[in-house]
């Protein structure tokens, strides 16, 4: 729904094309507040603006945003903005925040759209130059995140001084702002969902001071460990998980799934042949042709011969024994013949 | 001439493809005069843009477990709600319709299970013949004797794998006393059993009909959980056990044999011991793995008294861990949050910061590692200011996903998150963490049938606290009696619920649902029930419905029905007579103040001002008189003044004036 939305803003803008029609969109969105998680590609720049002009300020400023729009390279594209903010400050703060820029100096129309944001406030060159500060201060940290180095981000963080409010100097975790390494320079934000709550609180769960003891490490260091044997230990930790959980099926068919797993069942769709797959890899001519078993060891004329043949015919009807249990059938009347052979002779039926 | 090439031209037209294809060997063999039209033609054809033969993809060929199709049709099947549980839909006398009777027949059938396994397993010799088609091995007996009697690594294999300890470990020193050495993987799964059953024999999980008795009444004990009778033995390391001593014995000692040691005396309890055997190994300059570490981290606390002593050990075992180049896993910081739940004020802070660890490591927090953050911050006594803040982050932090268990502990989360959700009165909450439960498989993670009961407990009392009664009454009978079976609690919770948005009218039919669930007998329920009927009058419908329940009520007191009889208290007593009276039930409501005096209890003074208007309404002298002397028989201090009102407003005769004012008189002078 957050893509529809968003794809809807667009065309919006890309109808109009006017930043009115883009301040209208923006506070549509306002309305809606929902959590949107997903990737914006948006430019930072863009992000900027977009909140600037959330705020609902005089048609002066929209003038400037259209001019700053017009100058733009990239695609307009308009995230879901933040409902209420407590004060423009913070808002900028997050306006600055959320935008990032690709080189090391801050980007010129940064500094553009922060004067042109200062301007509305009325200390205008304190507000200005606390913008440009923010900037260059989140410019540094990113830096440092992106090269992945935690401990210059702690030294930057310490030189920095504290400001009003705590929630600024937080270092922001990789997951929330990442490069972009085509050079494409936009990179994906978190959007600002509209309850602050989400805003402020996701950045306390996860985003507090690290235990700072472990590393994560890259794949290549990493090799999978050899797969152990399941130890005694596994087995028992496996069996209370098993007994913790509510296993019972809540259904029919969820009785079957168990019964399936532990072997019980068919399998669905049937295969008639399931559980005979040794079967299949032996040929037919080994079921049905078994003379050529009745060449050595028995007479080649006579009743025996005749017996033999009939068991042979018989054995190549029977489809449930195996070729090993044929040939072991034939094997035992051949043995037992050739124990008889002293009462066959006397017979005179043994003819060799 | 022209028909023909005309119509070999239109036929070469539709099949060009065909007869270019064919068209060099055609040229090759024959001269035909039209083969000029035919070229002409195929130039034609070959302006045409050709189509290419398209590459034809075959797509690879899917393969489904072997549970697709079940599992496809099991999505098509939603809950019913007002169905028992599947595994009672058998024989409607036998569904359950309390919790007891529900703990019962699950017990019931699963020591039905285990006893027909025993019988399979210890006598084999009459099961040995095999229908089935393919062979299904979980059917047939299995091997639970020893089969091998040599002194031999074969058999000291086979009796490892059959758990038992002592005849392991005897035929282990038969064997070093024989010279012939074990293999270092025999040692190690030696150890290991040894260890992990502290050197005594696992309790025999399919055993005969009186250990399940036994566990049954253990489990009915402790709240009906389904449990081994080995769960309740706390077992103990004891002193110079086996374990040790071969441990001492073996020429080598290698990670897995110190970590089987190890872990088993944390499992058993010897903390400090295990702790000097990691400094021993340490001194031997030995690396240990991730499992000695879990272990070490969760004993922790049980070696340290301070907290900070106890955080500063926690730390130090992390930082060996990292020295050491073992990679931690998502159990050890579920070690390490369970232990901060011991270390007091540290845990906020240091919860937090091992919760951004884990994120930084890229190990995906489980649900116990949220329940433990959780329990640092929300204590179950003191209140939080109505302060949801953490909780609404995790469950934004959820919202969606669906979990496997992948810690014994995460069950406990959603009690311990409906418990705070309790705690701060927040119903949004409760209702986001309803929707994480009903995502996915997500149900199964609320545990047996102890910890659901639970959750749904104070989901529902969160319920009557908070909600109107038409949205209390829907979750009610999603909820009852297909997944939770409510206490004496719950219902009184109902029956407030019910009381403050004034649906009284909806009392008997709750009757019948305490009835079916079998609290009937509880006598403070049916107190509040009574006095809440009891308390105003209401419309006609109304009250013959609660005239006819308290006549129900009756019957449960006076064990009509063969349930124990309760005793008869005051109040009830009071209330179902003057809810006969509203009802115009005269005669029962006579015959329930004869009953005040069998059961030597004292009605009150309203109901006998209420007795004495409907008698007047009735027009019933008689009567009046009678109740005047029932009441000078109770001694009541209002009999003078029922007295003087009968005087005034009846008609007696001149037997009853003398009697009447007699007591009229007698209640006069003060004592």
Known sequence: MAEQREDSAVLKTSEGGAAPQGGVTVEQEVGKPTQVKGDVAKSGKESLLGLLGAMKVEVTNKKKLKNLKAK????????????????????FQKATAESSAHSETLDPDLVAAA?????????????????????????????????????????????????????????????????????????????????????????????????????????????????????????????????????????????????????????????????????????????????????EGFPSQGPVRHFMELVVSGLSKNPYVTVQQKKEHIAWFRDYFQQKTDILQEADVYLN | MAAPVRHVGHYINKNSRFLLNNLDQLRGHRGFGWTTAVLQQSATAEKEPTESTEAIVIPRKKTWSKEAVLEALASTVNRDPTAYKYQFQDDPYLAPRTS????????????????????????????????????????MPEKVSLLLEEVSEEALKERISLRKVKAAVDMYDQLLQAGTGVSMETTHDLLDLICLYSDREPVQEGGPETEDVESAEEANRSKGRIRRASDFLKTIWRENNNAERIFNLLPERDTHCYSALIRGMIRHGAYVKAFDMYTDMLNNRMTADVRIFNALISGAPEVREKYNERWDLIAELLNQMNQQKVQPNLLTFNSVLKALRRCGSLARTQALHTLSEMKALGIAPSLASFDHTLAAFYKAASPTQGQTDLLQEVMSELAGSSFTCQDPDDVLFFSNVMRICLDNKDIELAYRVQSLVEAGENWRLLGDSHQQTIYYGRFFSLLCMMEHID????????????????????????????????????????????????????????????????????????????????????????????????????????????????????????????????????????????????????GAPDRAVELVQLSAAFCLPATPRLAQQTLKDFDLTDEQRAALSELESAGEPTD
């Open chain 1, 72 to 91: 733009q390279r990239y695609e307009p594209a308009v995230k879901p903005n933040p409902a209420a903010l407590e004060s423009t400050i913070s808002m």
């Open chain 1, 115 to 295: 004067s042109a944001a200062a301007s509305t406030l009325p200390n205008q060159s304190q507000a200005e130059s606390e913008l440009l500060r923010q900037l260059r201060r989140h410019e540094a940290v990113t830096e440092a995140q992106r090269k992945g180095d935690m401990s210059n981000l702690g030294v930057i963080i310490a030189d920095m001084k504290v400001g009003r409010r705590p929630n600024r100097q937080n270092a922001r975790p990789a997951n929330q702002i990442r490069f972009d390494d085509d050079g494409q320079g936009y990179t994906h934000d978190r959007s600002i969902t509209a309850e602050l709550d989400g805003v402020r609180r996701r950045r306390n769960l996860f985003s507090g001071k690290r235990l700072g003891i472990f590393s994560p490490t890259t794949d290549e260091d990493k090799t999978p460990p050899p797969p152990a044997k399941p130890t005694i230990w596994d087995v028992d930790f496996a069996n209370h998980l098993v007994l913790s959980t509510n296993q019972m099926p809540r259904n029919g068919f969820e009785e079957m799934i168990q019964w399936t797993r532990e072997g019980k069942l068919w399998q669905y769709p049937v295969n008639n042949e399931a559980g005979l797959e040794e079967e299949a890899s032996v040929p037919f001519h080994e079921h049905v042709f078994l003379e050529k078993h009745l060449e």
């Open chain 2, 100 to 139: 007891a009777e529900f703990k019962l027949f699950s017990l019931s059938q699963e020591s039905g299970r285990s006893a027909a396994k025993y019988f399979i397993n210890s006598n084999p010799k009459f099961f040995t013949k095999d229908f089935a088609e393919p062979h299904i091995p979980c059917l």
């Open chain 2, 471 to 618: 949205v209390v009454l829907k979750w009610y009978r999603k909820l009852i009696p297909s997944l939770y079976y409510p206490n004496v609690q719950g219902m009184r919770d109902l029956l407030q619920a019910l009381d403050t948005d004034s649906r009284l009218d909806l009392l008997p039919t709750i009757w019948k649902d305490i009835q079916l669930l079998g609290h009937a007998n509880k006598s403070e329920l049916i107190e509040e029930l009574l006095a809440l009927m009891a308390r105003e009058t209401h419309s006609p419908e109304v009250q013959e419905s609660f005239a006819v329940c308290a006549l129900d009520v009756k019957s449960v007191f006076n064990g009509d029905r063969g349930t124990l009889s309760l005793e008869w208290s005051t109040s009830a007593l009071c209330h179902i007579t003057s809810l006969l009276l509203r009802a115009k039930r005269t005669q029962e409501a006579w015959e329930m103040l004869q009953l005040f005096k069998a059961k030597n209890r004292v009605p009150s003074e309203e109901l006998m001002n209420e007795f004495l208007l409907e008698c007047h309404a009735a």
